[in-house]
């Protein structure tokens, strides 16, 4: 245990050693069983003579706080526990932005069928593939020198094949240099608006909507507007004439599911030229698709160059990797590298490094198609048991993507309580909770009131065999409502 002590002057050197080593082992830095140096290594670091420190030691073994053991050395005693801790009073408190963000999905406590939204199957993960590349690139020869940082917009291999990747599969125009490699697409989003918005900005985001992502923003001092949804998407005609950016999820609206059709992608791309705003399109999940013909990317529509693409690797790997990407127009280049560099100077050399080559060796295509089959059945199953079993409650919203399904109670909003009109998602949410069985309810991410009332099914968590009798425990709560 490399244990910190200073010495101060050339008096009671015994004294200044026995009461560092004692204050350590009381606030609990120094824990039961911690091995102190030996005398004679101690004394040679301190440049004091060894009996100097056999008297301490000597004296804190008499307290009871150390014990020697013949030929294996001195340890701590007992621990003493932890008083140490930031003091407890204090006049500083966070910004009222703070009150009401939680972190989500949060904790599985208690979940035996787990259909939360915005978890991928974490059991798919190709670890054995993982861990070869890891252990490649973890070699002097595979990583920059020594001293030598890396570029705060990503390790050029990785840009390089993330740009080819998106290119291939969803047709977004992006070359090396026009990738930022961030922390999840949480990061892109906290970039973008450091970069292009002014704290009291309006963004429009929808409703209901991605909660981190409005959350971010309000943190940084933007003014968010919710902006309803429908069948197509975005309603473009309700959109706040003072909006500075608009955040969307087209490929597979968050949560609801539906894409937005191409019609309002191009109402959404010319009102935005009109007004000169910036366009943030979160396209998350659509790796996995199951049917129908995926509608281009407004980044690949955009004529314009206002459209920041973001992306992520937390569904297609794992979100514990924290990667994620945004796509920049040039002009955006060297402001979008130096906010990466303020925010917290770049990802990961390694992780990067072997997500490069995941994806050059082409595993990352094979690993989408493997988990996309899996995904298929379950979106399948789960669309079958609610038209079969949940037809006379809930309507399902078309969806040919991603890692979730919704539906909606027919009456679309909810007053509050059941038995008094329209059903309480959330109350349906907690009963199933009491379950075992664990999903979201649609108001969860309204930003407006009166929220629409439904329930999100995310297949990712959740085992395919436990699905069937997932789904039936809860068409029991809905029946005892
Ligand atoms: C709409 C949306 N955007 C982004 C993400 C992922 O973000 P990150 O890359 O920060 O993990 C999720 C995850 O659930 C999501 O639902």
Redesign the pocket.
Known sequence: MEVHISLAGRRDLSGQIYRQLRSAVRDGRLRTGDALPPTRELARRLEISRNTVAVAYDRLAAEGFLRSRVGAGTFVQEAWPASRGAPAASPLRPRPVWDGVEV??GPAAGLTWDFR???PDVRLFPYESWRRLMSAVLRPSALPGPGAAGDPAGLPALRAAIARHIGVSRSVRAGPGDVVVT??????LDLIGRVLLEPGSVVAVEDP??P??RMLFRSLGMRVRGVPVDAEGLRVDALPVDARAVYV?PSHQ??LGMPMSLPRRTALLDWARRRDVVIIE?D??TEYRYGGRPVEPLQSLDGDGRVLY?G????IMR?AL???FLVAPPALHEAFRLARYVSSWHADLPVQAALARFIDEGLLARHIRASRRRYQTRHERIGELLARDFADRLAIVPSAAGLHLSATFPDGTHAGRPGEGPVDDAEVARRALAEGVGLFPLSKFAVTEPPMSGLVFGYGAVRPAEIDEGLRRLRGVLDAL
């Open positions: 989500w999905p939204a915005g978890l922390a999840g697409i949480q990061q892109a909507g991605y981190p992502a999820t968050f949560p979160d998350y999940d973001v992520t690797f937390s569904k979100p924290r990667l994620g």
